[in-house]
């Protein structure tokens, strides 16, 4: 609600699975992944994602992750790993600038 109320188009998935079978998955600008998720961990997602959609930007938000999983989700090329409760400047900064380019150059066609 918090980055529809500031003009982005958003869409939630209930599990990994929807998200994966998702008819327009190519077409999203960025994700935001938690690390403990239902069914699926965000880091096994996150590998699944890079694999189907290189170069896919990825922000974390997470309560719950560990410094080596954190560590593994920024090697694995997410754009950030935020902790909980996140400010909402630090939230809108960091997707505002993946969005703009400034913390993602995107794959090269």
């Known amino acids: 609600m918090l980055l ?17 079978s998702c008819p327009w998955l190519g077409d999203i600008s960025c994700l ?4 403990m998720m239902p069914e699926v961990n ?4 996150q590998r699944q994602l890079l694999r189907m959609h290189p170069g896919l930007p ?8 560990r410094e080596h999983e954190e560590r593994q989700a920024m090697n694995s090329g997410a754009i950030a790993v935020l902790r909980k409760p996140v400010a909402e ?5 960091t997707l505002r600038s993946v ?11």
């Open 58 to 65: 990825i922000i974390f938000i997470t309560a719950h992750a």
């Open 89 to 93: 400047g630090i939230l809108l900064g």
């Open 4 to 20: 529809s109320s500031f003009g982005f188009r958003t869409d939630a998935f209930a599990s990994a699975r929807d998200l994966l």
């Open 32 to 35: 935001i992944l938690d690390v």
């Open 42 to 45: 965000g880091l096994d997602l």
């Open 99 to 109: 969005l703009t380019g400034g913390a993602w150059k995107g794959a090269q066609a």
